[in-house]
């Protein structure tokens, strides 16, 4: 008997020293695939239905408002998927190189004949809406950008203006314009200030892409989709260059004071979220909605929303910085990667970034190899392919209607953790069958959670309660 019990005891000692010394599997998911194809005819007036610029009662209130978000690639004419993909990365490239030399600098000058370049250069954005400028509001499309706060568009007189969708406004026939003042403290708040002959405040932006904006500060009523906001300072530009697509100008979403949120948070709280959907993406493929939207107000926070905390950035309060303290692949922490890679140091270096206009997540180098490492470790029944621009990872699956990939989620502050669909991580980049990791690495220390990753979610940017959401399924 005694034997008997002992032989018992050392069995199940066996057994749960084997149980504790084996590795847990990987945790895996279907990608159904769906390569590039050729994007859908593009319109470049793109008349929206009426409803787009009047209020819907069942949704739109006082104090909240919805509005329909494009791609850019919507006004795009002549390009096939590919193409339009090798831009995006151009752009992104110009973009992040932007974004990693921004710095929270000011300066005043008498006139704009010199070449003067704004602390925060950004570049341009990937999405753009419909407002209405003055009173009478004239419409016109606005690109939107969550890493810029300045509020702009062309105006006449244009001594020097790129092509646009509508007809340039025109200042002199609204009855809500009004100039600000040299003296003024919106005029202070500026970036790079001047002050004219008249005694009005001047105003300049550069891009990252070399795009920019010259003209006079202003404040004027913007329309909504019927909704009203007054009082809003916005730069008149009548000197602009740059690539935006047919854009009457910029709706500057970030952190800082000039924003559109932070000058509208009396009306709408300091929230708003929104919900991108890529048109020439899988996503858009498998039958998810084409239409993007943004959202003002309280109705911007869903129930269902996972949040982390906002970071502040003591030199720069443009950006939206959250925390993040590592990433799983399969299941499993990737070993190497720790949360004091993506800290935001007292200079205002480093951190992590939550943006609109940049499409491919960048993570500090090596927490990008050790990242890409343990994928392409579970990934290992994945034929490989040649890398493709940006992208050192990519697979062959040219043949295939569906594969298992390994399970991706982001591991924020307050124990918030975001599971990645397999369709923002593993992207088509041509109509071949290629897939490629849409991660990249960088070596400026600024990390940045681009849009590919969002898409699909309801991305919620809570200043008043100083968060950043994320809400799966936010786009039905």
């Given at each position: 008997m005694e034997d008997s019990t002992k032989t018992t005891l050392l069995f199940l000692s066996l057994l749960f020293s084997s149980a504790i010394s084996s590795p847990k599997p990987l945790l895996y998911e279907t990608l159904l695939l769906n390569p590039l194809s050729k994007p859908p005819t593009p319109n470049p007036t793109l008349p929206w239905t009426s409803t787009e610029t009047t209020t819907d009662s069942e949704s739109e209130t006082a104090t909240s408002l919805y509005l329909r978000l494009e791609h850019r690639d919507s006004l795009a004419t002549n390009s096939t998927a590919e193409e339009l993909f090798q831009l995006r990365l151009k752009r992104d490239s110009l973009r992040v190189q932007a974004l990693s030399r921004a710095r929270n600098a000011?300066?005043?000058?008498?006139?704009?004949?010199?070449?003067?370049?704004?602390?925060?250069?950004?570049?341009?954005?990937?999405?753009?809406?419909?407002?209405?400028?003055?009173?009478?509001?004239?419409?016109?499309?606005?690109?939107?950008?969550?890493?810029?706060?300045?509020?702009?568009?062309?105006?006449?007189?244009?001594?020097?203006?790129?092509?646009?969708?509508?007809?340039?406004?025109?200042?002199?026939?609204?009855?809500?314009?009004?100039?600000?003042?040299?003296?003024?403290?919106?005029?202070?708040?500026?970036?790079?200030?001047?002050?004219g002959r008249r005694g009005t405040c001047l105003y300049q932006v550069s891009y990252g892409d070399g795009s920019f904006t010259v003209g006079e500060f202003s404040t004027e009523t913007l329309t909504f989709r019927g909704?009203?906001?007054?009082?809003?300072a916005l730069g008149c530009g009548h000197d602009n260059e740059g690539l935006f697509v047919g854009a009457a100008g910029l709706l500057g979403l970030g952190k800082g004071r000039l924003s559109f949120p932070s000058q509208a948070a009396g009306q709408f709280g300091g929230k708003f979220s929104y919900c991108?959907?890529?048109?020439?993406?899988?996503?858009?493929?498998?039958?998810?909605?084409?239409?993007?939207?943004?959202?003002?107000?309280?109705?911007?926070?869903?129930?269902?929303?996972i949040f982390a905390p906002m970071v502040a950035n003591p030199r720069?309060?443009?950006?939206?910085?959250?925390?993040?303290?590592?990433?799983?692949?399969?299941?499993?922490?990737?070993?190497?990667?720790?949360?004091?890679?993506?800290?935001?140091?007292?200079?205002?270096?480093?951190?992590?970034?939550?943006?609109?206009?940049?499409?491919?997540?960048?993570l500090v180098r090596p927490a990008y190899v050790a990242f890409r490492n343990a994928f392409a470790a579970g990934a290992v029944g994945l034929k490989?392919?040649?890398?493709?621009?940006?992208?050192?990872?990519?697979?062959?699956?040219?043949?295939?209607?569906?594969?298992?990939?390994?399970?991706?989620?982001?591991?924020?502050?307050?124990?918030?953790?975001?599971?990645?669909?397999?369709?923002?991580?593993?992207?088509?980049?041509?109509?071949?069958?290629?897939?490629?990791?849409?991660?990249?690495?960088?070596?400026?220390?600024?990390?940045?959670?681009?849009?590919?990753?969002?898409?699909g979610f309801r991305v919620v940017f809570d200043t008043a309660g100083g968060r950043v959401g994320f809400s799966p399924h936010g786009c039905r």
């Open positions: 000011t300066a005043h000058v008498s006139d704009f004949s010199s070449s003067v370049v704004s602390g925060l250069s950004q570049g341009s954005g990937e999405y753009f809406t419909r407002i209405g400028v003055g009173t009478p509001p004239k419409y016109a499309y606005m690109v939107l950008d969550t890493g810029s706060d300045i509020v702009w568009l062309q105006c006449a007189p244009c001594r020097k203006c790129y092509t646009q969708s509508d007809p340039v406004f025109n200042p002199a026939r609204s009855n809500s314009f009004s100039a600000v003042r040299c003296g003024d403290p919106l005029c202070r708040r500026l970036d790079v200030s001047g002050c909704t009203k906001v007054a009082g809003i991108l959907v890529d048109r020439t993406s899988s996503t858009a493929a498998r039958g998810q909605p084409a239409a993007s939207y943004i959202i003002f107000g309280q109705s911007s926070v869903p129930r269902s929303a720069l309060d443009t950006f939206y910085y959250v925390g993040l303290t590592g990433i799983s692949v399969g299941g499993k922490r990737v070993a190497g990667i720790t949360e004091a890679m993506f800290r935001l140091d007292t200079t205002g270096n480093g951190g992590v970034i939550v943006d609109s206009g940049t499409s491919v997540t960048r490989k392919a040649a890398g493709y621009s940006l992208f050192d990872t990519c697979y062959d699956l040219s043949g295939l209607t569906e594969v298992k990939v390994p399970t991706v989620v982001l591991h924020f502050g307050r124990g918030a953790d975001l599971s990645l669909p397999a369709v923002n991580y593993l992207i088509p980049v041509n109509t071949q069958g290629v897939f490629c990791f849409a991660f990249a690495g960088t070596a400026n220390g600024l990390s940045i959670i681009g849009n590919i990753q969002q898409q």
